[in-house]
């Protein structure tokens, strides 16, 4: 009887972490691994053993890609355009909102917050109307302006802008959710030795509350780099990365390449510059994730 | 109490100003999706555009169910969001349960591969988990659809995390009068853990209700896309004529119902959760 128990309570945690181990077995280290053999060989779709191997000779490939590097340039321009905007802009919200005479600071953030909980889908279509050359909101607007009209989704300096103001109208609640929630962490008796030293508001913010957000500035940007990397949605709802490519993503580039022209080797050691991409970024969340934990 | 100087009010309504102006901007499409699924196709055409329908006409509801499979579509999202949902959130409790209060060899080990190997961006083994999926025969079916996505670090981590704060005392005691493992977790832990599961259910229900992504790329067949994904086709297909926008609207309004409805009811949930995962205890 004892020898049963003693070795029951021995397997049963093993028992609890069984669906998860074998998920990530079968849906994540496995294909690590595969991955990484499709990324050096040329893979026969329909006939997966006659793939034949190549070395180094997809990651060769991409080097001589114009589109790839394209696609690269133009997820860059997006990620920096929509960080740089999104987390300024929301610093300054959340400044705002935090503010003790700010009345409701609790409803503003929580209707902010709306456009995060939408599917990007809804918000890409209804988007692509405000946009649209006809009867779209903007050009209503440019119209009362006397100003003439644009075709924001035609043209090929404007797409990737459109594409970026969703993004940060989407995430915008979000980060100041975050960037809050720092804020209001910071402990009072810091301000309140500051102002004994005479600072003003300005002084304040500047050289108290900035530094003591940068955990957080580390981790609003480490997550929004990983994420706009990763960027399909809105591009594939409202400008199928076009016009002329002007907004084609890396990951539409790869989804594309894997799932439409079936070259599905290549496509994969497309994935593998992104993770090498990302691996630093990806590290960090980690090492922060841990930090907490340790808490 | 001071008062308030003048030039700190004439500031603090200005201060006020973009903040307002970001929350009509903020909302503007969700309240254009909604009056424009009431108007008449013409009346969503013409300029200057009207806010307010004449008259709110239901008709654009009508006509979608009328469509076909729109139903389908519906149920097919429902299927998606609740399975996955019910799944990844019980595994995750499961495995946050065993790294919080069990003891066992490699704890830390399996827990720290856990994590690393869930943050590896998944479109990085996009392509050969979609292979795996055609290997089980598992493309354009709801197993394909739901499968693959269960495990998620963030769940484990959560229930662990909050976990880690209830005393052992608890669950050594129920040990010590010879309670199962299975007992102590069913009516001991689930109680307990009800605030980080409920998170998780939103989150979980959340991401699967308005994913696009992994239905475009495992679905193939119409009458198994879940509602993100028939949107967008409906979209494109009329994207080169006319695009039907009230009908499209009223699609869009039932589509966007059942996350909005979540947020008005578990609001907290939703910013806590995201907040918790950001390393800062707000």
Not at chain 2, 246 to 266: E, G
């Amino acid at each position: 009887m004892r020898r049963r128990r003693l070795v029951s309570s021995k397997v049963t945690p093993y028992f609890f972490l069984v669906p998860t181990l074998i998920l990530i077995i079968i849906f994540r280290l496995i294909p690590i691994g595969y991955s990484f053999w499709l990324s050096i060989t040329r893979f026969n779709v329909i006939m997966p053993q006659n793939s034949t191997f190549v070395g180094l000779d997809n990651f060769a490939r991409m080097i001589g890609d114009e589109f790839l590097w394209r696609s690269l340039l133009n997820t860059t321009y997006f990620t920096l355009g929509s960080l740089t905007i999104g987390l300024l802009l929301s610093l300054v919200m959340s400044f705002i909102l935090c503010e003790a005479w700010f009345k409701f600071s609790g409803v503003a953030r929580a209707l902010l917050f709306v456009p995060f909980i939408m599917s990007i889908v809804i918000a890409g279509l209804i988007w692509s109307f405000i946009f649209q050359i006809d009867f779209g909101l903007l050009n209503s607007i440019l119209r009362l302006l006397g100003l003439p009209q644009q075709r924001f989704l035609a043209d090929t300096s404007l797409a990737i802008w459109a594409v970026i103001i969703v993004a940060i109208w989407r995430d915008l609640g979000y980060m100041i959710t975050i960037w809050s929630a720092g804020i209001l962490s910071i402990s009072k008796d810091y301000l309140e030795a500051g102002r004994i030293d005479g600072a003003n508001r300005m002084q304040e913010i500047l050289y108290i509350r900035l530094p003591m957000l940068k955990p957080v500035a580390t981790f609003l940007i480490v997550l929004g780099v990983i994420n706009s990397f990763q960027v399909f949605d809105v591009v594939y709802v409202m400008t199928f990365g076009g016009p002329a490519r002007s907004t084609e993503v890396l990951i539409y580039y790869l989804w594309n390449m894997a799932f439409r022209d079936f070259n599905i080797s290549y496509a994969a050691a497309i994935s593998w510059l992104l993770f090498a991409i990302l691996i630093i970024f990806t590290l960090i969340q980690v090492k922060l994730f841990k930090a907490e934990d340790v808490n | 109490m001071l008062k308030t100087p003048l030039h700190a009010k004439v500031l603090r309504v200005l201060a006020i100003i973009p903040v307002l102006l970001l929350i009509v901007i903020a909302l503007y499409p969700m309240f254009w999706m909604v009056t424009t699924s009431f108007k008449t196709l013409e009346e969503s055409l013409i300029w200057p555009p009207v806010i307010f329908p004449e008259r709110f006409i239901l008709d654009n509801y009508i006509q979608i169910f009328q469509i076909a499979n729109f139903h389908r579509y519906f149920s097919n999202s429902v299927i998606y969001a609740v399975i996955g949902t019910f799944l990844s959130v019980l595994f995750a409790t499961m495995a946050g349960y065993a790294f919080a209060k069990m003891q066992f060899a490699g704890k830390r080990l399996l827990f720290f591969v856990v994590l690393s190997v869930l943050m590896i961006p998944h479109q990085v083994t996009l392509i050969p988990i979609f292979l795996i999926n055609s290997w089980f025969g598992w493309v354009d079916t709801y197993l394909g659809l739901i499968i693959p996505g269960v495990v998620n670090a963030f769940g484990i981590f959560l229930i662990r995390q909050f976990a880690m704060g209830i005393p052992n005392d608890l669950f050594d005691a129920a040990r010590i009068d010879g309670a199962r493992e299975g007992r102590i977790f069913a009516s001991i832990f689930l109680p307990v853990v009800i605030p980080p599961v409920t998170t998780l259910v939103v989150l979980e229900f959340m991401h699967r209700w308005n994913d696009m992504f992994w239905p475009l790329i495992i679905i193939n067949s119409a009458e198994r896309r879940p509602l993100t994904l028939a949107l967008t086709v409906l979209y494109r297909s009329e994207w080169a004529g006319v695009v039907r926008w009230p009908q499209m609207a009223a699609a869009m309004t039932i589509a966007a119902l059942p996350v909005l409805i979540l947020y008005a009811i578990f609001q907290k949930y939703f910013t806590s959760g995201l907040v918790v995962t950001s390393g800062i205890k707000g």
